[in-house]
């Protein structure tokens, strides 16, 4: 039995050679199958045309920068061939003249990472009116919009809305527009709503009258 071959066919995460110039000679089925693409058109192709545009340059950079037997990590946007972006986090080493790729997926992880700084950007800054928390998720997603009207957590069409509650009492509503790489379910999302009651709290013990 070949077992590298079953090893290959198998493995979940992404493996790639690559030349050191960047064009790919081998992927792992398992990077077809993720990304959409067959074999024919993935393999001649440099592996920096499967990376999002404004992430490009540095893996061209990156790859002429490697001396053998060194190993780099860095995270990336990359593009499926429905033209959906996901984060992969790779591992990348230098053997001779060929450069071997370890690639995985970590869009959920990127998403709880991004989540997570807003909730602490939100505390950290502790906003007293509407446009200061829309200023504060900008940052963070491509949109943020308050309305007064009531709405439950959910999850649809690339958009999130969140609860916003003040002392146990919900006040409105924000809708964030979510990056297309973002992806994460309703417990994790629920840290929005958590944030803002420990917002109310702590505004409560500075004496800051909310203006919502």
């Known amino acids: 039995m070949d077992y590298l071959k079953l090893v290959l066919e198998t493995i979940k995460d992404r493996v790639y050679v690559l030349r050191d110039d960047g064009e790919i000679i081998f992927v792992t089925q398992s990077m077809m199958k993720a990304f959409g693409y067959g074999a024919?058109?993935?393999?001649?192709?440099?592996?920096?045309?499967?990376?999002?545009?404004?992430?490009?340059?540095?893996?061209?950079?990156?790859l002429k920068s490697l001396e053998d037997g060194d190993e780099v990590k860095m995270r990336l946007l990359v593009k499926r061939k429905d033209g959906k972006r996901v984060y992969a986090g790779v591992i990348a080493k230098k053997i001779g003249e060929y450069v071997v790729v370890l690639g995985r997926e970590v869009s959920n992880t990127v998403s709880l990472e991004t989540l997570m700084r807003a909730a602490i950007d939100l505390l950290r800054n502790l906003p007293r009116e509407v446009d200061e928390v829309e200023s504060i998720l900008r940052k963070y997603f491509d949109d943020a919009k308050f309305s007064e009207e009531v709405q439950e957590l959910t999850v649809k069409n690339g958009e999130v809305t969140v609860p916003v509650k003040f002392q146990d009492k919900v006040l409105g509503s924000l809708t964030l527009s979510l990056p297309d790489w973002f992806g994460l379910g309703d417990d994790n999302l629920e840290l929005f709503t958590n944030n803002g009651r420990e917002c109310g709290e702590k505004h409560a013990h500075t004496g800051i009258k909310e203006s919502y």
């Open 40 to 62: 024919s058109e993935v393999i001649g192709r440099k592996i920096y045309e499967l990376a999002d545009e404004e992430y490009r340059e540095r893996v061209v950079e990156t």
